[in-house]
């Protein structure tokens, strides 16, 4: 699949509220199709540069919103999963709904988390493709320098987000022991399918993680223009057969 239909799949797949963040990659390859290869100092080419510097500042004002809160989002589940185990009363029915609700919350951050970090690795691939195609139109090498700056930007920083899906899972272990126990209370037995996480995000999820596997298998990208490591655990449900195989990026 190439890369633009696959970008427009993610944009068509993602959380509502994140469709506008992502890169105008067809407006930046209509500017280099307009951009002469023995002329290219023209308003074409301006208007790309700009465009790109344009792009980079709205992935990283994006970045930096969702990181806070993030981190604020962390904190408040952290408090939650305290309080609930401090309470305990499994045969509580308002325990029960609470314990399901932030078992399903933690479940959604936890996507959401993923979510982000596929955002920044498809954009940093967009950029990166959009400019080997604007070195190969032009005969220039915009490619790497511009590059060298990308990685020095806030988006493509995911340290941070990788630390929090790490804590995130951690916090899982308590919640869903203290969920176990629940559970064996006979009125609640429906809370598994209140305590599943929303459908579309936990798709969305599954879709990302394959995605970013798939960035990492040697595209035309690959080498110095790679993206690092896929610092995430590896998951079983992404080995199950009812799922499809990735198709290739090209």
């Known amino acids: 699949m190439k890369f633009g239909k696959r970008l427009k799949k993610q944009i068509d797949d993602t959380i509502p509220e ?7 990659y067809k407006n930046l390859k209509k500017l280099v199709r307009f951009i002469s290869a023995a002329h290219p100092s023209t308003k ?3 208007q790309f540069v700009e465009l790109l510097n344009s792009e980079i500042e709205k992935f990283n004002s994006f970045f930096i919103e969702q990181e806070e809160e993030f981190i604020i989002r962390q904190r408040e589940l952290q408090d939650r999963i305290e309080k609930l185990g401090e309470r ?15 078992r399903k919350d933690i479940v959604n951050f936890h996507g959401e988390m993923v979510l982000l970090i596929n955002y920044s690795n498809v954009n940093y691939t967009g950029l990166a493709k959009i400019l080997k195609k604007y070195d190969k139109r032009t005969g220039r090498l915009l490619r790497l320098p ?3 700056i990308v990685l020095k930007q806030p988006f493509f920083t995911t340290e941070l987000i990788s630390k929090l899906v790490k804590k995130c899972e951690t ?14 209370q006979a009125e609640t037995k429906e809370m598994d399918s209140a305590a599943i996480a929303e459908p579309s995000i ?10 970013m596997q798939e960035l990492r298998k040697g595209s035309s990208t690959y080498g110095h223009f790679s993206l690092p490591p896929l610092n995430l655990p590896e998951f079983d449900f992404l080995q199950s057969p009812s799922l499809p195989s990735p198709i290739p990026i090209q």
């Open 18 to 24: 994140w469709k506008d963040k992502f890169l105008s």
């Open 44 to 46: 074409a080419e301006a």
């Open 88 to 102: 305990f009363e499994p045969s509580d029915a308002e325990y029960a709904a609470e314990m399901a609700q932030t």
């Open 146 to 148: 511009f590059i060298e």
């Open 171 to 184: 916090m899982m272990d308590p919640i869903f022991s203290l969920a176990s126990a629940v559970e064996d």
């Open 202 to 211: 936990f798709k969305n999820t599954v879709a990302a993680l394959v995605t």
